[in-house]
């Protein structure tokens, strides 16, 4: 029998995202490791390997596809009430220890994840649109592992996505470069981006740097890419005052008109030792982030009560324009145009052309509004 590396290598193609060496070494650049991989060797993600002084990448699988609510992504502010057809692959190049995902995302790192091999499923790109067009979806995003390190199969994907006219969007760590930020930019309406925390040290606990998340927040703005920034409050790692502050105030300087999802953390993978997040401790991560300024602070994963911060509203009157619970949109009054229909104010996002198209619904609707396994 294969082990799981065999079979995922076995679907592979040469990759983009890296420059080959003179001493058959290579550099790749998908995410901000920058790995120098030799020959033989494979990447801190482990599904990039160098072969023969060529990159092999991930290509041609799923081990994940399904319709999602848009709201699942965390997406408030791109097509309210819409589906998103969302697919991932196996691999990640963190390896935090509350994972929720970490069945895909650590494969070939922890031999408990090889049982993901079970769920990998050759498809082409353009019957993956076809599947997501019949179920209604307009967003295509790549999630579940962490996308940057598969992203010539997601451009793939995407562009048969554009040719549809369906958005796009990542779902990511924000461990990125300036290179895979250009290759992506083209096909991406929305990146949504996790900053776990403001501390260094926290961030090399989980295999990453903080610099490299903040720089990522700023080049998909500075692309014009619709950014939402994702914290999951975790007790005791990342929601003191001072580093909840540090955060809000990082976001803002980007732009207050960003949103802030503050989430809710589960005991999960390897940290079960850690108490869950409260209602109250949520409230008061939301309201930190209206104190530094920022004008879309939205708390999660408890949906009804932690009102008002499922709801869009508006900065400057104050106005409820948007109602969740859940992943349900309740209400919704903006304009057409994507402004306050009181005050004239804009409300910044991807809004859909027509206030028809929203997809309404009630308390009734709270769970039924959930993701859609594909056949």
């Given amino acids: 029998m294969n082990t799981l590396a065999e079979v995922l290598d076995a679907m592979t193609i040469p990759g983009e995202l890296y420059t080959a060496l003179p001493n058959g070494d290579v550099r790749c650049f998908a995410c901000a490791h920058r790995c120098l991989i030799r020959d033989g060797r494979r990447g801190v993600c482990q599904v990039r390997f160098n072969e023969g002084g060529e990159l092999r990448v991930p290509w041609g699988y799923v081990a994940a596809l399904q319709c999602d609510p848009t709201e699942k992504k965390p997406f408030y502010h791109l097509l309210p009430g819409s589906d998103t057809l969302t697919f991932g692959m196996l691999g990640c190049d963190f390896h935090c220890s509350y994972c929720q995902n970490w069945v895909s995302s650590q494969a070939l790192r922890d031999p408990a994840s090889d049982v993901s091999g079970a769920y990998l499923r050759q498809i082409k790109p353009s019957d993956m649109i076809e599947y997501g067009l019949n179920m209604g979806a307009q967003v295509v995003a790549s999630s579940y592992n962490e996308p940057l390190i598969t992203s010539e199969w997601a451009v793939a994907v995407f562009k048969e996505a554009v040719k549809a006219g369906l958005k796009c969007a990542y779902v990511s760590n924000g461990n990125a470069t ?178 028809d198209e929203v997809r309404r619904g009630s308390m009734a609707d709270l769970f039924s509004r959930r993701p859609r396994i594909i056949p």
């Avoid at 250009?182 to 606990?205: A, H």
């Avoid at 997040?277 to 309201?287: F, G, N, P, S, Y």
Wanted: aromatic share 8%.
């Fill in 178 to 355: 300036p290179e895979v930020m250009d290759y992506l930019s083209p096909y991406l309406s929305g990146f949504k981006i996790d900053l776990k925390t403001m501390q260094e040290s926290n961030y090399r606990e989980l295999g990453g740097a903080l610099q490299h998340v903040l720089d990522s927040i700023k080049m998909a703005h500075d692309r014009g890419l619709w950014v939402e920034v994702v914290t999951l409050i975790v007790p005791g790692f990342n929601d003191s005052t001072e580093e909840l502050m540090d955060a809000a105030r990082f976001i803002g300087s980007v732009s207050p008109d960003i949103p802030w999802h503050v989430t809710a953390f589960h005991k999960n993978y390897r940290m079960t030792d850690t108490e869950n997040t409260t209602v109250d401790m949520l409230i008061r991560a939301a309201e930190i982030g209206q104190e530094a300024g920022l004008h879309y602070v939205y708390a999660g994963n408890l949906p009804g009560r932690v009102d008002p911060y499922e709801d869009t509203i508006c900065p400057t009157c104050q106005q409820r324009l948007i109602q969740r619970s859940g992943f349900v949109i309740l209400d919704y009054q903006l304009t057409g145009q994507g402004t306050c229909p009181n005050c004239g104010t804009p409300i910044p996002g991807i809004w859909p052309e027509s206030t």
